[in-house]
């Protein structure tokens, strides 16, 4: 069954210098189109202006064309008149200057005597305030090169130089194919008949034809293919007749279904197969008729590296464009990031400005996780000769996201509450807004992060098992020396989460030993960890005792998740968690979440508008509305 | 007729203030749209998974789903039969995991027997290579915020999360007035019938469509309204029951026809008139029917800059979005740069970047210049307080184009030529492009550039009358230390530029003194400048007695326009440009054109394709096609 998946692998450099030879193969035809729907076209020639612009002497402002000569001499002590129609006529803005004149006098500057005579007093220098007839552009000159993108600006300077239409490059056309026995076209999805489904909706397809369209292609998707090597033949040729390339989403790994690399082999050929890159490793080049055929893997972060770094410089190459890049800065990573020597990684990354320091978090690696992307503020791409990076290694991010945006944005590290969510909306919502990114490293995690400066705020909900006393003697003893400041967000109820109906009957923390219960727990740090060992200690359990206590999630909702997708029986977490996954709620305990904020950025605007916001009736409603938060003291300052 | 033309006028912060205050008169509806067209809208509502992503725990690899408990031990001395469809299932990555499975192993660790049986010789840990549901999300869980306006990205985590519509704002319409009596429809424009027109072509409306456009939102634009005070207020008041608000161009500004701010007056408010920015100070802010109006100035560059600071952050407001800045680098400026106190000025310059530095290059600062803004590469802000800029200090320039065009681009000073439009089409449409920037600035203009390390290369023209040289005895003079290179380009021609037709008999430079001959010269330090003083010294003719011989153009084109438009009879100039105007041609003399290249730079990238273009047939081709060109020692490196 084993098999030689992969050709030699190329590096991502000879990957590129292939995917430009492939491009070579696509000549576009060109069209004539209208210049007023031109914006982000390519023109397929140079433009020369027709006319010029101004096309003739113009007056450059209101008032009276004149003959420069018949005004010299006026001054305040011996005004000049002039007669209406003759020696002078009045001109607005933009007027042609009538035959003769030369000279445009301001309105400001005119005494009207009478409809036939007006007095000037002072003289006028031949060509003043005239647009002289090509002062912009004189006709027979280049308005715009080939291979340029039209922006709205030049719009403006083709209408003014004569044109009406152009002749543009067509559009690239990019045939998608998205193929596996195993997807749903998004619509088949149905929430009542089986569910959940056994079928993975399909869409990367749709994320491609997002990214083609912005690169200035036309997506061309076709059906849902199943992996059926007659029937994907069949369609690849299809797509290849009505398009410039053809992109086969998955099916280029090395599964017993995958048959793109054969059907490649067969009708054309396979340039590579196998990009030292990640994500986006099992990419096809190929070429099938002539023209481009890219093989795409299937998980959505590879799909999209792929298309990123292969397809998308294909694209501009065709039109004759610089292929874009994103603007960069330079960021402090918030950890160690270990990547594999000889491989091109691709690392998602949260980015924040907190004092002048831009710091960039780690999301998942995982190339399954689209959410890797969507809330990634950045990209860090590890070279193949490095092993990783170091904490405090400055590093180039390519951002995803304007900088303005990340540096409107309220970094906070520590435990996760779902009321979080909440306040971000509400200031996301307000205007200007202000951007909330907030990072579950438990509680512990955010203290530290308030002691290496990595963060603006932190969440925490740590109880002191010596004096039952929350937070503050966790700050006194590893902020020594920071000053900050408390805020009390709420006040939550901490249980067991169950499934629905908690068919395994289980009471309490006491059933967890039971030998048929499996649990799932939340990592060290956790001020919900925390909570656990305090309680357990209470009640003299041992953690040995308890099935799958060493199986961690990171947050309340992962804790749910693995709860429904009956990974444990039972883990410890928040009320709006289970309610949210519609499981049964077991309470253990009340405890205390508050903010913490150093001083430094207190008095800042961002945090103003936090704390502005946590105070309001609007937030408190909605967490209320929430269950399972007590509210009556959310906003205030605790001292101490 | 003196009449008091603005309010107080607004600083540019008050405008906006305003503006901000006008864009909270927006309150735009949602609509549910499509996932697969969500690209660039905006969410009106967070949006919540409805499924968990994966859907279900699923294969991350291609291989057999097990349970782990029944592969412990197995190893390569002991290996482990599992019989297929009870203790072993064939998966391919993003299969569901049968019941009561708990792990894959990879098919390439796999042996199959028969098709009953599988051979492992490894065990399975619990949950390896299978994703587990919700590993990327969980149902409930926030996908997207409110007021996110939506990627490519997106799409993919809205439909894995088992959305096919989401509720967007709708897109913010925006209705566009032209007004003014002397504007043409560009489909007006006629090329016959009497030629050159005598109206303007009305151009800002569509450049502003494509500005909305970019920003989200709809363009509805009015056909062009005569200055005439009932039909204008007709068509505002139309276009207000149509859309969110309205944009009039033109007629806020002081001429004895401008009506918006009567009518704003009449039907509602006026907020600003006059805002202390340049261009675009005859702005104007109002609100009518409780919608927002603002008077856009009816000069291109003016239009634009209106657009982008009083109107762009309205559109952006009313989708909660915050406002995009440009990408921003650090430049320096080629010359002094002065301004006015108290006014925010917006210079539009060329950057380009040599060796380390990037230089910031002023283009023309008239409002009329639409080609100020298409040829530009950033704009500098001089703010209210300052009264401009100083070479060698370092400003910001907002990028308008990509910093990789930039740094891609040949920065080359000195005398126009032709030919170098020629030349800089080829380099563009070969790939990657090479980008061309050439600055008119006479040929001493660019031995200076060289100098002052402000270009990658320097066209020149410059007799020496003392040997009859050309070009070499100013490079000793003026570059003594600096090592360069010298191409030769072309020989070519110059002479007088007449009418067509040459109906004042011109003969030669000796017809220059005659009276009723009127002459347009070009900028001191030019070759063509030095040339002509050359050449009248032989002749024993007195600069004195030419008329216009102090009027100065910078370019070959300007002094043919200036002939075209009357307002010379003749200027010194090259063949082409006098064609190009279909002007008559008295030719003077031969000169020879070459390009000075600093070493340093010479075995660069860029310089080399540069090279390799001049020396190519099809640039040779083209040149001697052009006519008045010698191209017998094109691209001959000269040397001494």
């Known amino acids: 069954m084993k098999r030689n998946i992969y050709l030699k692998k190329k590096t991502l450099d000879e990957a590129k210098a292939i995917s430009s030879n492939l491009a ?46 018949s005004t010299y001499g006026a001054s305040e002590d011996s005004p000049r008149i002039l007669s209406m129609g003759q020696e ?17 006098i301001m309105i400001e500057e005119v005494h009207l005597i009478d409809p036939q ?78 569910y959940p489904p056994s079928e993975m909706i399909e869409s990367n397809s749709y994320v491609l034809s997002g990214l083609i369209l912005e690169d200035g292609g036309i997506p061309v998707r076709h059906a849902i293919v199943r992996d059926d ?20 989403i998955a099916g280029s790994s090395a599964g017993s279904e995958d048959y793109t690399r054969s059907i490649l082999e067969e009708s054309g050929e396979v340039l590579a197969h196998g990009v030292s890159m990640m994500p986006g490793k099992p ?12 093989g795409i893997p299937g998980y959505p972060v590879s799909a999209i590296m792929a298309y990123e770094e292969l397809v998308r410089p294909i694209l501009h190459q065709s039109l004759g464009l610089t292929n874009p890049e994103r603007p960069r800065i330079k960021a402090l990573p918030t950890r160690k990031l270990p990547s594999k020597l000889g491989t091109e990684e691709f690392l998602r990354v949260k980015v924040g400005q907190v004092g002048e320091k831009f710091l960039a978090s780690p999301l998942p690696r995982g190339s399954g996780a689209i959410t890797s992307l969507t809330r990634a503020d950045g990209i860090i791409r590890i070279p193949p000769f490095s092993e990783g990076l170091n904490e405090n290694e400055i590093v180039e991010v390519e951002l995803l996201r304007p900088l303005k945006e ?81 805020i009390h967000l709420v006040f939550r109820e901490q249980g067991l989460i169950v499934q629905k109906g908690n068919p395994k009957g289980i009471q309490g923390l006491r ?42 999630e990171y947050t309340h909702m992962a804790v749910a998740s693995a709860v429904a997708g009956e990974i444990a029986d039972a883990g410890l977490g928040i009320l709006p968690a289970a309610k949210a996954m ?11 979440y508050d903010l913490v904020i150093p001083s430094l950025y207190f008095e800042g605007e961002k945090i103003k508008r936090v704390i502005q916001t946590i105070r309001s009736d609007e937030f408190k409603d909605l967490v209320f509305q929430m269950g399972g938060y007590d509210v009556s003291k959310t906003g205030e300052e605790l001292l101490k």
């Not at 009321?419 to 203290?447: C, E, Q, R, W």
Request: proline content about 7%; some cysteine.
């Open 117 to 194: 005579r007006v007095e000037i007093r002072a003289g006028a220098f031949p060509w003043q305030h005239i647009r002289s007839m090509g002062e912009d552009m004189i006709a027979s000159e280049m308005v715009l090169p080939a291979h340029h993108k039209i922006t709205p600006y030049d719009i403006g300077a083709l209408l003014a130089s004569g044109h009406l239409e152009i002749p543009a490059w067509k559009k690239p056309r990019v045939g998608i194919l998205p193929t596996g026995s195993e997807l749903l076209e998004p619509n088949q999805l149905s929430f009542t008949d089986p």
């Open 511 to 552: 059933d967890l030993i039971r030998q048929e219960i499996s649990f799932i727990n939340r990592q060290k740090g956790s001020g919900t960890r925390i909570l656990l060992d305090h309680t357990l200690k209470m009640l003299s359990l041992k953690p040995g005792d308890i099935q799958g206590y060493e199986k961690e």
């Open 24 to 69: 070579s193969l696509i000549h576009l035809e060109t069209e004539v189109i209208p210049v007023v729907n031109a914006s982000n076209r390519t023109t397929a020639e140079p433009v020369f202006a027709r006319i010029s612009s101004p096309p003739f002497h113009c007056a450059a402002m209101d008032g009276i064309a004149v003959r420069a000569e």
């Open 283 to 294: 990419t096809l080049l190929g070429r099938t008729r002539n023209k481009p055929v890219v």
């Open 406 to 486: 990340i540096q409107n944005t309220i970094v906070m590290v520590g435990s996760h509450d779902l009321t979080l969510d909440l306040l971000a909306n509400l200031l996301g919502g307000s205007y200007p807004p202000v951007y909330f990114s907030s990072h579950s490293v438990g509680s512990l995690g955010g203290i530290l992060a308030i002691r290496n400066g990595a963060c603006h705020m932190a969440g925490l909900h740590l109880l002191d098992p010596e004096t039952g006393e929350y937070n503050f003697p966790y700050l006194r003893q590893y902020l020594t020396g920071i000053d900050v400041r408390v």
């Open 88 to 104: 002078a006529f009045f001109v607005n803005t933009g007027n042609p200057i009538p035959p003769e004149m030369d000279a445009v």
């Open 229 to 248: 090597p007659a029937k994907l033949r069949e369609a690849l040729l299809f797509l290849l007749e009505e398009t410039d390339l053809v992109l086969v």
């Open 582 to 592: 519609s499981l049964d709620f077991i309470p253990v305990a009340k405890e205390r």
